[in-house]
């Protein structure tokens, strides 16, 4: 057995570079890092007067000050206990009604059309609808959430329960599951990703339409907070409250991601 | 049990409505004990035959049927998947006790006999992984441990082992034949290793191209246990070669159409 010279190898290309991802941990903090004190110098200096965008700092502090006051709980309770109670709803409704329709071929025939009739609406067109039939205090708006939330919910279920493996709905037939069975170790555990996949979109959806609803009719909650503040031009205030959006947007998100680990721990690690 | 195929034909409708025959007239008999395996060339209907034999199909003529006292509580047939059909969702001991939770057993019992399976089966130390953590050997484990926990009087399989690599597959053939020799079901094996067929069954049904009849019942003149030397056997050869001859020109007719 004989090997060329070292210097007479030609070494192989590294063709592989181009698919290699690096994971860039530092600059991902320093980009957020750089953009907030980007932000604070530009309004410390004076280029944008304090009216159109207040600093980091005071924001922060208008946040601290309106805490102790307790201004800012009653406004997060408010809006907390709508956005709760409509996300809970339209859940709990929308998994029902997509389970029912895509198990059942009778329920897929008539309820199909008339939620892709009633699916493109936006939602918010229907507020002033809501108003007249519920009144203008809670119901309305926890409503509007509900029906927001509904249909990604529905809809998501269904293809989750009808993409279940026809292989696995066979096996569980083969060893003599009947329809319940079917529906409750196979087509629901199979839809569970979907489900996640859904109640995330009608997390975001959820919020957007709090907000939506708080400005149109309401006198408490996180978007009334935005909209008077614009209306006595305190900037710093409505910047409070979209900074506390942002956090509910992100805590919810989180949340959401923390069960679906615990409820599918078989996607755990793949 | 004797498991019974009289005059069994079974016709399905395509996309556009045109009907296809998978398999026309086929009779046999599966002795109660007895490892038979069925070979033919793609598309010939041995699915089709392990799905009628299950219950999952109604056959289109003739009768699928057994023949002799079910014991109590015992379900006629459970099925091994080629793709092993696991629920991802269920660790090794939920799948292994997916039939017996379907038969009716409490909770207690099924534990205790799916763990009983799960030693039977090598599977010991995994019982809380979940599919996606095994390997496919390990995989179809579980799939003979869970059809094997209902105690059924057929086994039926379907390729067990064709997703396997080769060596895995000679090794859970064996583990399968000592198995069976404790276990004594009746099994149908589908296969379309002709190898295979021959070395672990008593008698190998030869089926013909769509539609699939039955070209011969060829039998096995081997003794038990069936041990890796009797590859060179001229029992052995003799019995693949006759095989062979069979399905060959058919096998050939299905690559030039390209039928899968």
Redesign the interface.
């Known amino acids: 057995m004989s090997v060329a010279p070292i210097a007479a190898v030609q070494p192989v290309v590294d063709r592989g570079r181009v698919l290699r991802r690096r994971p860039h941990r530092v600059a991902r903090v320093l980009g957020l890092l750089a953009l907030l004190l980007a932000w604070e110098l530009l309004t410390r200096t004076g280029w944008v007067p304090a009216l159109f965008l207040p600093a980091p700092s005071a924001v922060l502090a208008a946040g601290v000050e309106m805490l102790r006051s307790g201004e800012l709980l009653v406004h997060v309770a408010t809006s907390l206990r709508r956005i709760l109670l409509g996300f809970a709803l339209g859940a709990v409704g929308g998994v029902a009604v997509g389970l029912a329709v895509g198990v059942f071929s009778l329920a897929d025939a008539v309820g199909t059309p008339i939620i892709a009739a009633t699916f493109p609406v936006p939602k918010i067109a229907l507020l002033p609808l809501l108003i007249l039939w519920l009144g203008i205090g809670e119901a309305s708006k926890v409503a509007v959430i509900t029906l927001g939330v509904f249909f990604p919910m529905a809809i998501n279920t269904y293809a989750g329960v009808r993409h279940a493996d026809p292989?696995?709905l066979?096996?569980?037939?083969?060893?003599?599951?009947g329809r319940v069975?079917l529906i409750r170790?196979?087509m629901l555990?199979s839809a569970?990703p979907m489900i996640f996949a859904g109640l995330k979109l009608g997390a975001g959806t959820a919020l957007l339409l709090l907000v939506a609803a708080e400005m149109i009719a309401a006198s408490s909650g996180v978007g009334y907070l935005i909209l008077n503040a614009q209306n006595l031009m305190e900037t710093t205030t409505l910047m409070v409250g979209i900074v506390l959006l942002s956090i509910l947007g992100l805590l919810s998100h989180w949340l959401l991601v923390r069960l679906e680990r615990l409820a599918?721990?078989?996607k755990a690690?793949? | 049990m004797r498991v019974i195929v009289d005059g069994v034909g079974q016709t399905f409708r395509d996309r556009s409505g045109h009907a296809v025959e998978a398999l026309t007239g086929v009779t046999f008999a599966v002795e109660a004990e007895e490892l038979m395996a069925v070979v033919g060339p793609s598309g010939c209907g041995k699915s089709t035959l392990l799905n009628l034999l299950?219950?999952?199909l109604t056959p289109t003529t003739g009768r699928v049927g057994f023949e002799g006292a079910l014991p109590a509580g015992r379900?006629a047939?459970?099925?091994v998947?080629q793709?092993f059909?696991l629920?991802?969702?269920?660790t090794v001991l939920g799948n292994v006790e997916?039939?017996l939770?379907?038969?009716g057993y409490a909770k207690a019992e099924r534990r205790r006999i799916a763990r009983r399976w799960v030693e039977q089966t090598g599977l010991g130390g995994f019982e809380t992984k979940?599919?996606?953590?095994l390997s496919g050997g390990m995989r179809q484990r579980v799939g003979i441990a869970?059809a094997l926990a209902?105690d059924p009087a057929v086994l039926l399989m379907d390729e067990p082992f064709s997703a396997l690599d080769a060596q895995t597959r000679q090794l859970m053939q064996e583990e399968l034949l000592a198995l069976w020799t404790r276990t004594r079901q009746t099994i149908v094996y589908v296969t379309h290793n002709i190898h295979e067929a021959v070395w672990m069954a008593d008698r190998v049904i030869v089926l013909s191209r769509r539609p699939g009849r039955v070209v011969e019942i060829v039998g096995v003149k081997l003794s038990r246990p069936r041990t890796e030397t009797m590859l060179g056997d001229p029992a052995f050869l003799h019995a693949v070669e006759r095989i062979w001859s069979l399905i060959r020109s058919e096998a050939q007719d299905a690559l030039r159409e390209g039928a899968a």
Do not use: D, I
């Open positions: 292989l696995l066979r096996a569980a037939v083969s060893f003599g599951a069975s170790k196979v555990p569970l599918l721990p078989w690690e793949s | 299950a219950g999952l379900p047939t459970a099925m998947f793709e059909a629920f991802p969702w269920r997916l039939g939770e379907e038969a979940y599919p996606h953590q869970r209902v």
